[in-house]
């Protein structure tokens, strides 16, 4: 694969790269590049984490030696599954599976706990160090990144470490890349800053867009700051009946669809819509394809995501033909990584526990 090919298999459906130009530049280079995507294990998997998924394997594609990093101690930090370690290593367990079920060269990735980290004492010299360069503020302006407001800071001190902590991270496995939604973005930016000034390598930041809850959102909230307004319109396992899951049979897949936010004519505040461009589209064109009677003008088939946004932009499709077409290409997304989950007994009992003990 030559350097642009590269560049566009990583840039397809991002957000940002920050920057596009160092991307470019390490490609170039030719030596192997390293990336990684944390994640705190608290859950059962939704949709939205597709979209950083799909990325994970764009860039194992395209040749980038991925980590996938489970964020164990974070997780405990930010009081996730009742603060149980032990069921928090278990919710690690099936997300690499997840991976494999969409195709990820399991081979080529190298799976790491946070365990393998905090045990290092160079490890919490690096946390000390970041921390001697960022200022109480900004710290407590990224603790979005762990999905919490600045003012939650004072919930207990350990709060506060976390953002120092995901920026040790990146150096302590020497990153050319961090990969994440956008709602990482201050850590990966407090990384970059940092960087320099303490003689490590400067993370080039890719961020993937966030899927909205199925409720959607109105235009009113975005009056608030992004980030804030960002982590709480996005979907999430905290807030089940909003989220799709993995492990969600095909009926309740149908019946979540059914129940969506999706005003007619609307692509912007739309989750639908949204789930059909960064998720059905997410690998590029595809045939795709609104079922309608006759009598209501027979079947529409599309094949990109503008098509599709041009059609329901001028009302073309009704909204509940969508819903539904969007639930059928999503049980066949979805099918097949259930399945493989769920000829797994003893990870499918875990994950029976854990989607019963999620705390926030
Ligand atoms: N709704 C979403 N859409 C797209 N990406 C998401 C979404 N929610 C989380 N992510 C991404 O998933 C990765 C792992 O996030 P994390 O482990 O913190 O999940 P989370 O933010 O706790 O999710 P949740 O809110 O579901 O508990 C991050 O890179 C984050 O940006
Ligand atoms: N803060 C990330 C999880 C994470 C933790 C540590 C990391 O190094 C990376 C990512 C999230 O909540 O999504």
């Known amino acids: 694969m030559d350097v642009e090919t590269r560049f566009s298999l990583i840039k397809r459906n991002t957000m940002e790269i920050v920057t596009e130009d160092?991307?470019?530049?390490?490609?170039?280079?030719?030596?192997?590049?390293?990336?990684?995507?944390?994640?705190?294990?608290?859950?059962?998997?939704?949709?939205?984490?597709?979209?950083?998924m799909y990325k994970f394997k764009d860039l194992v594609d395209a040749n980038v030696e991925m980590i996938l990093f489970a964020a164990t101690w974070h997780a405990w930090i930010n009081d996730k599954l009742g603060g149980n370690m032990e069921l928090i290593r278990a919710a690690a367990k099936h997300v690499a599976r997840v991976l494999e079920a969409i195709g990820v060269n399991m081979s080529m990735v190298k799976v790491v706990y946070a365990e393998e980290l905090v045990e290092r004492v160079e490890y919490w010299e690096k946390v000390i160090r970041i921390a001697k360069h960022a200022s109480l503020s900004r710290v407590k302006r990224a603790l979005t990144i762990m999905g919490r407001k600045a003012s939650e800071g004072e919930?207990?001190?350990?709060?506060?470490?976390?953002?120092?902590?995901?920026?040790?991270?990146?150096?302590?496995?020497?990153?050319?890349?961090?990969?994440?939604?956008?709602?990482?973005?201050?850590?990966?930016?407090?990384?970059?800053?940092?960087?320099?000034?303490?003689?490590?390598?400067?993370?080039?930041?890719?961020?993937?867009?966030?899927?909205?809850?199925?409720?959607?959102?109105?235009?009113m909230d975005t009056q608030m700051d992004i980030d804030d307004a960002l982590s709480e319109v996005k979907m999430s396992k905290s807030k089940p009946e909003e989220a799709i899951f993995l492990i969600d049979d095909d009926n309740a897949i149908v019946k979540k669809i059914r129940g969506a936010y999706c005003p007619p004519r609307e692509v912007e505040t739309n989750p639908v819509m949204a789930i059909a461009k960064h998720i059905i589209f997410a690998q590029g064109k595809k045939r795709f394809v609104i079922e309608r009677k006759p009598e209501h003008g027979g079947d529409i088939e599309v094949y990109s995501y503008d098509e599709l946004e041009n059609l329901y932009r001028n009302g073309s499709i009704h909204p509940l033909d969508l819903k539904n077409a969007v639930a059928n290409e999503l049980i066949k997304i979805i099918k097949p990584i259930r399945n493989l989950l769920q000829n797994e007994k003893d990870l499918w009992l875990d994950l029976e526990v854990i989607s019963h003990s999620v705390t926030r």
């Open 22 to 52: 160092e991307l470019r530049k390490a490609l170039e280079e030719g030596r192997k590049l390293r990336g990684y995507l944390g994640f705190e294990p608290s859950g059962i998997s939704h949709i939205g984490w597709l979209i950083w």
């Open 155 to 219: 919930l207990d001190f350990s709060k506060l470490i976390y953002p120092l902590m995901q920026v040790a991270d990146i150096f302590q496995m020497d990153l050319d890349i961090a990969l994440g939604g956008m709602d990482q973005r201050k850590a990966h930016m407090l990384a970059r800053d940092v960087a320099e000034k303490l003689g490590y390598k400067k993370p080039i930041a890719i961020h993937t867009p966030l899927l909205p809850s199925l409720k959607g959102f109105t235009r």
